[in-house]
């Protein structure tokens, strides 16, 4: 009776989902801001990755407690994309 206990015991331990979180940044776009509202707001911080460049952003967080950075994820060094052209003749 123990081992069947302590077996399903464990088994439930080992297919318990944990808990995942959301991906933070998006990678179309390069450059993030990082919000932070404290303990005063009740929001924490997040992330707002929807920046085309560093002086859009920092005009976004300015006044804010925020800072600007780049996109970890954003493909720096991704070939561009190759396109097909048609021939006419």
């Known amino acids: 009776m123990r081992f069947s206990?302590?077996?399903i015991m464990t088994a439930g331990a080992l297919l318990t989902p944990a808990s995942a979180n959301a991906q933070t940044f998006d990678p179309r776009y390069p450059v993030c801001m990082h919000v932070y509202s404290g303990a005063n707001g009740g929001g924490g911080e997040w992330?707002?990755?929807s920046f085309t460049s560093?002086?859009?952003c920092?005009?976004?967080a300015y006044g804010r407690s925020a800072i600007c950075d780049l996109n970890p994820y954003?493909?720096?060094h991704a070939p561009p994309p190759h396109l097909r052209y048609r021939r006419s003749g």
Do not use: I, S
Request: aromatic fraction near 20%; charge should be neutral.
């Open 5 to 7: 206990f302590g077996l």
């Open 47 to 49: 992330y707002d990755c």
């Open 58 to 60: 920092r005009a976004t």
């Open 54 to 56: 560093l002086p859009q």
């Open 74 to 76: 954003y493909p720096v």
